[in-house]
Every structure is written in structure tokens, then in C-alpha cells.
């Protein structure tokens, strides 16, 4: 979740209204086809406190991260655990420093877990115990902490004031600010780190890469320093309000209040609502599940760009703020192909996160979990049958 006062996001939605204005509408098509079957999600299981009598302890979901049998949750009211059908939670009464759990990741190295928490710094889960580093006791830059990711022995945390990173072998802690590294801001939001690279999403800075042969950072900002209108369509990051980055088979997917950036290390390639599948350009998190797909949070549902060289889309969302029932948009462009219902009846659209289970996809909202199952799953496009 990121969280900005009230006038900030009257400001915010006041400058995305004019940004849309740089980009031009593009006309419906009747004789836009898809090239293949894009995957849908149709059946889905809701989860919220009251369905699970407690056991999802709180229905504010931040963040989720996942492998092929478990499910950790990051929630407002603490940390859950989806194993096998079964739940298990920790609050501050059984150990956990804080209950606010805004980021989490798990080391492929060591199997430790690492929890960002708003407001109390980091924490590691490992063996059934929590170790607590704050600004008191560690090198933390700050204990508001939004993102964490591991890379290596290295532990590296998005807090209000930079980024820290720090050695689990050595014990010793890097800090990066406006003073050692290219920051227009301070402000860290979400980092992530692949094959020797570390992404980090600052709010109002753009996006920063870490090259961890080199140590050398690098940055991506807007480069027609334009805050109310993209003037040169995909000339760079659309946009210097940053909210994530994700890396995967060497692209970065960036998500900003204003849209979403891709980059493959040569071309950049901008999206907003007004020319894609996505339902709104206020994005909260971006997750490549691959270099040509990303599934999108949004204030108004998912959109999962399924495959990027056809530009097909498929996009989860109620249609009106009524409807009990999400419905699935399979759209190329900004042209919708067909409408497909689902059973996806989760009260709020307002998506935080999301994350997979092998081949399930679970998002987090503002009021509740779901899972979409992913029986016969298949990547990008599958070729259309002719009858």
C-alpha cells in the first residue's frame, strides 16, 4: 500500500487528469482480433475475516509473497501464513515486533523471511523466532519501511529516508541517500533485486538500478521532466512517481501513479489507461511474471498485459461500483474483444498486490484476499481454434 495525505492525492489526481492529456485517444476497432487465447482467471475463492472466522486476521492486505506451496501475507493487523488449506497467524502477542507487515520477501539462500513493517523498521523470521533491526540498534535509515528484497548475503530496505542494505554474514550496513547515490528524493518505496541487479522505486525519483559487480548506481527518470502530460510517448519512464519495480528475464516493469513502464535494457514502452488494457493509471504495484507479461494493481482492478508483442491484455474488475461480481475484459490495446464473467466477488477493487502460487494467482485489496485458480494454466497466447 502507499500511503500519502489527502492533499497529495488531490494533487495527484488533479496533475493524472492533465497528464492524460498527452496522450491521444485511440479509436475502437471492430476488426482489432486477438492473435491467441490469452489464460483467463474465471474461478476464484474470496477470503476476508468474517469467511475465515479470524483466521485471515485482517482484511487490509499489503503484500503477498508466495512460492509453489505457501502464501505469506502481510496485513495491518499482522502476518499470515496459507499453507495446504490451513492458516496460521503471528501478531505482537506471539512475537512479531509489529503488526503492520508492508513488505515481505523470502531468501532463496538462507529460507529466512524478511518483513518491512510500517513504522518499526525491519524484522527476520527464521526458525520460529523474530529478530528486530530498527533506526536504535541497526543501520537503518529510518524505521518507515515500505519494501524489502534479498540478493545474495544482502538485505536491502526502502524506508522514507533511502535505502539501506545490509550484509547478513558480515553484519555490516550500507546506507544510500541524496549525499552517495543519484536521489532527486528520499522517498523509497519498493525495491527488488534479480540476477545481479537492485531495483529501487522512489516516490517523485524514479527508478534506481544497483549493479552489484560494479556497485554502481544508476538512474531512470521522466526524461521530458514533464509532471502534468507524457510529451514524448515512450522516450523513458513514464513518469518520475515511482511505486515498484520488478525485474525478470532481464526487463524492468515499472509502476507509477501515472502508468506503467517497461524497459528491456534498449526500448522503453509506456501504458496508460487511455491506450491499454489497464483500468486506471494509479498503480500500485507491478509484478513481471515473465520479460513479456506483468500483472498490474490498480485503484480499479488487476491488468495483466499477457503478452506484450500483440499488446493483449486481460483486465479484472467490477464495471460499476454496484456490481457484486468482477468481470474479465480480454482486450488488445485499448479495444475490448470480449467479456468473460467470473466468480470473483471480493467488495473492494482497490488492488494492493499481488502474487502466485505455481500456477494461482492470489490478489490482495483494501478489503480482502482472493485466489484465482490456475487449473490448465498456459503463458501468453494460446493459437485460436478455427471451426
Known amino acids: 500500500m502507499k500511503f500519502i495525505n489527502m492533499g497529495t492525492f488531490i494533487m495527484v489526481v488533479l496533475i493524472g487528469s492533465l497528464f492524460s492529456i498527452g496522450r491521444s485517444q485511440e479509436n475502437q476497432s471492430s476488426n482489432v482480433k486477438l492473435a491467441g487465447d490469452p489464460y483467463v482467471y474465471t474461478e476464484w475463492e474470496s477470503f476476508t475475516v468474517e469467511s475465515t472466522h479470524g483466521a485471515l486476521i485482517n482484511d487490509h492486505i499489503f503484500c503477498l509473497e508466495g512460492d509453489e506451496n505457501q502464501l505469506w ?74 519494501g524489502v528484497a534479498t540478493e545474495g548475503d544482502n538485505v536491502w530496505a526502502a524506508t522514507t529516508a533511502g535505502i539501506s542494505c545490509f550484509n547478513t554474514v558480515t553484519g555490516l550496513w550500507d546506507i544510500y541517500d541524496e549525499k552517495n547515490a543519484p536521489m532527486e528524493e528520499v522517498w523509497s518505496y519498493n525495491v527488488d533485486a534479480r540476477d ?61 501513479y501515472f502508468g506503467l513502464s517497461r524497459y528491456d535494457g534498449r526500448n522503453w514502452r509506456g501504458y496508460m489507461e487511455i491506450d491499454s488494457g489497464l483500468p486506471s493509471d494509479f498503480i500500485n504495484l507491478a509484478v513481471g511474471r515473465s520479460g513479456t507479461s506483468c500483472y498490474v494493481s490498480t485503484d480499479k482492478g ?52 499481488s502474487e502466485f502460487t505455481g500456477n494461482d494467482l492470489w490478489i490482495g485489496t483494501g478489503h480482502g484476499l482472493a485466489r484465482g485458480s490456475g487449473r490448465g494454466y498456459w503463458d501468453g497466447l494460446q493459437k485460436t481454434q478455427v471451426k
Not at 79 to 99: A, F, I, Q
Not at 322 to 342: F, K, L, R, Y
Request: proline share 3%; hydrophobic share 40%.
Open 196 to 256: 545481479g541487479k537492485v531495483y529501487v522505486a522512489v516516490w517523485g525519483g524514479g527508478i534506481l538500478e544497483w549493479d552489484v559487480a560494479t556497485r554502481i548506481w544508476k538512474d531512470y527518470v521522466d526524461p521530458d521532466r514533464e509532471m502534468e502530460i507524457d510529451l514524448y510517448r515512450d522516450d523513458g519512464l513514464i513518469h518520475i512517481i515511482t511505486t515498484s519495480a520488478s525485474y525478470i528475464d532481464h526487463v524492468l516493469w515499472a509502476s507509477t
Open 73 to 146: 501475507i502481510g496485513t495491518e493487523g499482522g502476518l499470515v501464513l496459507y499453507e495446504d488449506g490451513k492458516w496460521k497467524s503471528w501478531t505482537e502477542e506471539n512475537g512479531l515486533p509489529w503488526r503492520v507487515i508492508s513488505g515481505i520477501t523470502k531468501s532463496p539462500k538462507t529460507g529466512d523471511l524478511w518483513l518491512a513493517m510500517l513504522g518499526y523498521g525491519i524484522a527476520r523470521f527464521s526458525a520460529g523466532r523474530f529478530d528486530h533491526f530498527d533506526q536504535m540498534n541497526s543501520g537503518l535509515l529510518n524505521d518507515v519501511v515500505y
Open 302 to 353: 488487476l491488468a495483466v498485459l499477457v503478452d506484450y508483442d500483440t499488446d493483449t491484455w486481460v483486465t479484472y474488475k467490477r464495471d460499476s461500483e454496484s456490481d457484486e461480481i468482477w468481470t474479465a475484459h480480454v482486450m488488445v490495446g485499448n479495444n475490448t474483444i470480449m467479456t468473460i464473467p467470473t466468480n470473483l466477488t471480493l467488495p473492494n477493487h482497490f488492488v494492493i498486490c
